[in-house]
């Protein structure tokens, strides 16, 4: 018999409408499972156990009643910590709700929690969160990805029943693909980014990590759809999305892409994707040989115009309304002053408050990117590196419009390698980068792809990643649901 916090939403919420359990059970397995768990797992940065319970006890209506989500601690909940797992929001609660979280409150889900993450979402390993190290509960010694690496190591831990991640370049399906589970990163446009800290506006996307497909489908349902207080959500409507789930694919043509199976690609990810093509044509889907023939320029342009939107999204952190402030030092004397000891201008200005609020709360990788937005954005080099990227950005779209005449669905490995060992890339930032080489193009053209469980290598699990046309997650989802109805990889636990 599976205890509660072990089960997906889909079945408890089924179990509740039957009232053969309260969701405040729900709420008491996860607890139960954290104390057993999260001393190893450190998946969490913020929980307010009470609130949660009363929240529990509390009767719901709606899609998710009585179900926990647990969010990504760069996702703004009203009166509740939101840090971006940085120093430099240390105390902050929003004043409002983010839409995704008004969404779920007013379909009845109980809020868990606050997931850890790399610092404003910039990372691919939850190392450079400035609280805590996430631990992939696979292999204790291993990062779980990232940047939404707290909500993917909980949700493969049943520390968590599903959870809300954000993906600006690969942060929830990296992650995903790293701790077995399935994650969905969204149509740039489906679901609403009011109310989520933003690092890359032009890239951001809210999405979901699961324990199953029909999860993803039942969790999107319910972020998706346009937000007037979001000028780039689009005005069209929302499929149901769990209506698609058991419908034939034997009509889809997949397109595989020669540029995704490279030098560099491990061994064992290469052979389980393999695999799973297999898996597809004997469903009946034809798989057709493409190409993309810009790949190769994705990850450069994306950390120009990632980073350069960053920078400019950061520079509201200044000590004056948020979080950190470095309490500023006395104005010099004017004896001081005179014998020249201080210098009266910076001394105790607010520009200096500025900089040494910046100093102090922000980490070294956000300091690296600042530095490297603030560069490409500069006079002088922003045609020579923001313009060109701009421009190489949209060849890169043009290259999945062109594959999707060819094809309805494009699957790739999520990720070239399995879970690297913690420390092992963070002192090299390039080969960090890198391991986003197959998710960062999906953000560049605004596209939208999942990451599901496709076998393990050496031990640890491998992401497959499906990626769409812009708006068509359903088809998405009927192709993964598919593909995990007829294997079994979704069902296997970490053993802690
Ligand atoms: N790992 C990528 C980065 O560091 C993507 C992060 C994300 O999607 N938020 O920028």
Not at 263 to 280: M, N, P
Request: contains cysteine; charged residues 25%.
């Amino acid at each position: 018999m599976k205890l509660l916090n072990q089960l997906t939403a889909h079945r408890l919420l089924k179990m509740l409408k039957k009232e053969e359990i309260t969701s405040l059970e729900i709420a008491r397995a996860l607890f139960e499972r954290l104390e057993k768990v999260e001393d190893k797992i450190k998946g969490y940065l913020f929980l307010d156990k009470e609130r949660i319970l009363d929240n529990a006890k509390e009767k719901k209506q709606g899609l998710l009643a009585g179900v926990a989500v647990s969010i990504k601690d760069n996702i703004c909940v009203a009166g509740e910590l939101t840090r971006c797992a940085s120093k430099i929001l240390s105390g902050f609660t929003p004043p409002y709700d983010a839409t995704t979280i008004k969404n779920l409150k007013a379909e009845g889900a109980i809020l868990f929690g606050r997931t850890n993450m790399d610092e404003f979402a910039f990372g691919s390993s939850c190392e450079s969160s400035a609280y805590q190290i996430t631990a992939n509960p696979w292999d204790l010694e291993r990062v779980p990805g990232g940047s939404s690496g707290g909500s993917a190591a909980a949700v493969a831990a049943d520390e968590a029943i599903f959870a809300l991640g954000s993906d600006t370049g690969g942060s929830i399906r990296q992650p995903a693909a790293l701790c077995g589970i399935v994650g969905l990163k969204p149509t740039y446009g489906r679901v609403s980014r009011y109310g989520l800290l933003a690092f890359g506006s032009s890239l951001d996307q809210i999405g979901t990590l699961s324990k199953d497909v029909r999860d993803a489908a039942l969790l999107l349902k319910v972020i998706a759809g346009f937000d007037s207080q979001d000028s780039t959500s689009l005005d069209t409507s929302v499929p149901d999305y769990e209506s698609y789930l058991g419908k034939e694919i034997k009509d889809l043509k997949i397109g595989i892409p020669r540029e995704y199976f490279i030098e560099g690609l491990d061994r064992g990810v290469k052979e389980r994707v393999e695999e799973a093509i297999k898996v597809f044509q004997r469903l009946g889907v034809e798989c057709v040989q493409i190409s993309l023939p810009h790949t190769e320029y994705a990850v450069s342009v994306y950390y120009i115009l990632a980073t350069a939107e960053a920078s400019s999204n950061l520079s509201r952190f200044d000590g004056v309304q948020y979080g950190l402030r470095n309490p500023q030092p006395a104005t010099p004397t004017c004896a001081e002053a005179s014998a020249g000891r201080r210098k009266p201008q910076t001394k105790g200005s607010l520009l200096e408050m500025y900089e040494q609020t910046r100093e102090e709360g922000f980490g070294k990788e956000v300091k690296r990117r600042i530095i490297l937005g603030t560069y490409v954005l500069s006079r002088g080099y922003y045609d020579q590196y923001y313009l060109k990227a701009a421009k190489v950005r949209e060849l890169i779209r043009e290259d999945f419009e062109q594959a999707f005449k060819r094809c309805d669905l494009i699957l790739t490995p999520t990720s070239p390698t399995p879970a690297w060992k913690i420390g092992e890339k963070i002192d090299d930032p390039l080969k960090m980068y890198l391991s986003d080489i197959f998710t960062i193009p999906v953000n560049l053209a605004g596209i939208p792809a999942i990451s599901i469980p496709c076998g393990f290598a050496k031990g640890l699990p491998v992401g497959l990643q499906i990626l769409g046309k812009p708006f068509k997650e359903e088809k998405i989802l009927q192709a993964a649901y598919a593909y995990e109805q007829s294997t079994e990889w979704h069902l296997q636990k970490p053993v802690l």
